[in-house]
């Protein structure tokens, strides 16, 4: 089983909450709490695209795929889309650049996800042909 979707998601889970962590010690709880919601408005949309990816389906095709992925990009978006406008509605008093620095700091750690499948598919070649 590759489990390079649940780590990627741990991964940026940990990282948006020590970023918050950093941010709350050295400001404030303002910008702390608001880093927690940016790396949540990322983490939370990429969650529902890699459940559309790896929830079996009865048509286990490629065309099926594809269609997960179209679905679960769709809805990456708009839930995205979403929780930014929830929250800058709703939360007062809020950060914006540590908002933003949550939600771009949480994002990063995708392309460690990408380094990490490379990795595995580069040892999995390695020991099939040794």
Same mark, same amino acid.
């Given at each position: ?14 990282? /948006?909450?020590?970023?918050? !962590? %950093?941010?709350?010690? $050295? ?7 608001? &880093? %927690? ?19 079996? +389906? +009865?048509?286990?095709?490629? &065309? &099926? ?9 769709? /809805?990456?978006? &708009? ?7 929830? %929250? ?8 914006? !650049?540590?908002?933003?620095? /949550? ?5 990063? $750690? ?7 499948? #490379? ?5 999995? +070649?390695?020991?099939?042909? #040794?």
């Amino acid at each position: 089983m590759d489990l390079t979707i649940p780590r990627v998601l741990m991964w940026q889970f940990l990282t /948006g909450m020590a970023l918050a !962590a %950093v941010l709350w010690g $050295v400001f404030d709880g303002v910008v702390g709490y608001s &880093a %927690v919601l940016g790396s949540l408005i990322c983490l939370i949309p990429n969650a529902f695209l890699a459940l559309r990816l790896v929830v079996p +389906r +009865r048509d286990p095709g490629a &065309a &099926a795929l594809i269609n997960a992925a179209w679905i679960g990009e769709i /809805g990456k978006l &708009a839930l995205t889309v979403l929780f930014f406008t929830l %929250v800058f509605t709703l939360v007062r008093p809020l950060s914006a !650049a540590a908002l933003f620095a /949550g939600f771009i700091a949480t994002q990063l $750690v995708t392309l460690s996800g990408l380094l990490m499948r #490379s990795e595995q598919e580069m040892d999995t +070649r390695n020991s099939n042909g #040794s």
